[in-house]
Nanobody
């Protein structure tokens, strides 16, 4: 069993930066991914990016590439999502999750709201 908890959401203005954190507890398999997704109201959850826990390699959705960066701290069992140059269309609930692949998420956090005002 793995538990995840996001923090760091809030209200920011266009162009601002925000850093979300995902605290992970329980038995995280080193071969798994820790992925970030977001969900717009009335829409399906969409992939933002992922990091392979063991290797630290990451990749991103085209919509955030070059603006968002995912990192992980193996000692603290945390993953961060650094979001720069935020836009109003980044407004969503952001979730971290983990599983054997970025599209096979087994455990999810509860989500944190990010609102970007114009």
């Amino acid at each position: 069993q793995v538990q995840l908890a996001e923090s760091g959401g809030g209200l920011v203005q266009t162009g601002d930066s925000l850093r979300l954190s995902c605290a992970i507890s329980g038995r995280l398999l080193s071969s798994w991914h820790v992925a970030w997704y977001r969900q717009f109201p009335g829409k399906e959850r969409e992939f933002v990016g992922t990091i392979r826990w063991l290797y630290g390699t990451s990749y991103y959705a085209n919509s955030v590439k070059g603006r968002f960066t995912i990192s992980r701290d193996k000692a603290k069992n945390t993953s961060d999502l650094q979001m720069n140059s935020l836009r109003p269309d980044d407004t969503a609930t952001y979730y971290c999750g983990t599983g054997p692949d970025s599209d096979r998420i087994t455990y999810w956090g509860q989500g944190t709201q990010v609102t970007v005002s114009s």
